[in-house]
């Protein structure tokens, strides 16, 4: 696959959508294996690694940390054949192609499997879910320089009424939200379980301006470390069509050069600090950083 345009579009915007980078029957593998994944091994994961909105409500499911692989720091796959496929999806070649496209690497610049995340499944249930606070994912990330890029993976049709992501480009983005040329801007703490920190200025305009990012099963889209997003809840349920899931697969993939930024990993921590955390269960911790 050729994505030269996606990379262009990437490197003006600050994100891309990859329309079918799976096709149907990829997408539909991809649910089964989901659902598959969600029979076979997240019941016996721990409370570390699975969060819920509603805890003791399977259905409420909203992050898995790592999904296919042992929880144990330096655990290899789980057992069974979802585990396996989900475990292995960030090996994917069209996955490792696009990231290194997007982030104009050569081959072998893109940081190993090993060194990066192993992997994200997000969902938000109709309901119950929360909204994801606007933010920069290189504030968890601390990576210098700046050359990270996340994937999302629809597993379902995702729109504007079952919490699709939405993105501030970078030609709307003006003065303090000028992504990726101002670069990282101050975030604090939340107080949302799986995404503990938010950008500290964010006003209802800001929000207003930010392009939802409507998504078939196996569409893809990838966002910039400095690229804001946020999403809302699944509020589904309240629409003629009635109560829908909305579920993804994600991978973060950086470049080899990158190093940890001291001072923005101090900020973060500092940040964490002031939720209790750790301990709290908050995703991008557990699969970012280990605290002592
Ligand atoms: O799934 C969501 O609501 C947000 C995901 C996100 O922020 C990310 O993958 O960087």
């Given at each position: 696959m050729d994505f030269s345009a996606a990379a262009a579009s990437f490197s003006e915007h600050g994100f891309v959508v990859v329309r079918g980078l799976f096709d149907e029957a990829e997408a539909e593998a991809l649910e089964t294996h989901v659902i598959g994944y969600f029979a076979e091994a997240v019941p016996s994961r721990g409370a570390e690694s699975v969060f819920y909105?509603?805890?003791?409500?399977?259905?409420?499911l909203k992050y898995i940390n790592?999904?296919?692989?042992?929880?144990?720091?330096?655990g290899g796959l789980e057992g069974g054949e979802a585990a396996a496929y989900l475990g292995n999806l960030d090996e994917e070649p069209r996955m490792l192609a696009l990231a290194q496209a997007l982030l104009g690497l050569e081959d072998g610049e893109l940081a190993p499997r090993g060194e990066r995340g192993r992997g994200e499944f997000f969902a938000k249930a109709p309901g119950v879910s929360k909204p994801t606070p606007p933010h920069q994912d290189n504030f968890y990330f601390s990576w210098k320089p700046a050359s990270v890029v996340t994937f999302w993976l629809a597993v379902d049709p995702i729109d504007e009424e079952n919490g699709c992501l939405r993105y501030m480009s970078q030609e709307i983005?003006?003065?303090?939200?000028a992504n990726g040329k101002q670069g990282l801007l101050p975030h604090h703490a939340s107080h949302v379980k799986g995404f503990s920190q938010r950008l500290q200025e964010f006003s209802d305009a800001d929000a207003a301006l930010m392009q939802p990012q409507v998504l078939r099963p196996g569409d893809l889209v990838a966002h910039h470390g400095l690229t804001i997003h946020r999403a809302d809840a699944n509020t589904s349920h309240e629409s003629a069509g009635g109560a829908r899931p909305r579920r993804a697969f994600g991978c973060v993939y950086h470049a080899a050069e990158c190093v940890v930024d001291e001072e923005g990993r101090a900020n973060y921590v500092r940040s964490m600090s002031e939720q209790g955390?750790?301990?709290?269960?908050y995703a991008y911790e557990l699969t970012n950083i280990t605290l002592g």
């Amino acid at each position: 696959m050729d994505f030269s345009a996606a990379a262009a579009s990437f490197s003006e915007h600050g994100f891309v959508v990859v329309r079918g980078l799976f096709d149907e029957a990829e997408a539909e593998a991809l649910e089964t294996h989901v659902i598959g994944y969600f029979a076979e091994a997240v019941p016996s994961r721990g409370a570390e690694s699975v969060f819920y909105d509603v805890e003791g409500d399977a259905s409420s499911l909203k992050y898995i940390n790592h999904p296919g692989h042992r929880e144990a720091e330096g655990g290899g796959l789980e057992g069974g054949e979802a585990a396996a496929y989900l475990g292995n999806l960030d090996e994917e070649p069209r996955m490792l192609a696009l990231a290194q496209a997007l982030l104009g690497l050569e081959d072998g610049e893109l940081a190993p499997r090993g060194e990066r995340g192993r992997g994200e499944f997000f969902a938000k249930a109709p309901g119950v879910s929360k909204p994801t606070p606007p933010h920069q994912d290189n504030f968890y990330f601390s990576w210098k320089p700046a050359s990270v890029v996340t994937f999302w993976l629809a597993v379902d049709p995702i729109d504007e009424e079952n919490g699709c992501l939405r993105y501030m480009s970078q030609e709307i983005a003006s003065g303090k939200h000028a992504n990726g040329k101002q670069g990282l801007l101050p975030h604090h703490a939340s107080h949302v379980k799986g995404f503990s920190q938010r950008l500290q200025e964010f006003s209802d305009a800001d929000a207003a301006l930010m392009q939802p990012q409507v998504l078939r099963p196996g569409d893809l889209v990838a966002h910039h470390g400095l690229t804001i997003h946020r999403a809302d809840a699944n509020t589904s349920h309240e629409s003629a069509g009635g109560a829908r899931p909305r579920r993804a697969f994600g991978c973060v993939y950086h470049a080899a050069e990158c190093v940890v930024d001291e001072e923005g990993r101090a900020n973060y921590v500092r940040s964490m600090s002031e939720q209790g955390l750790p301990g709290g269960g908050y995703a991008y911790e557990l699969t970012n950083i280990t605290l002592g």
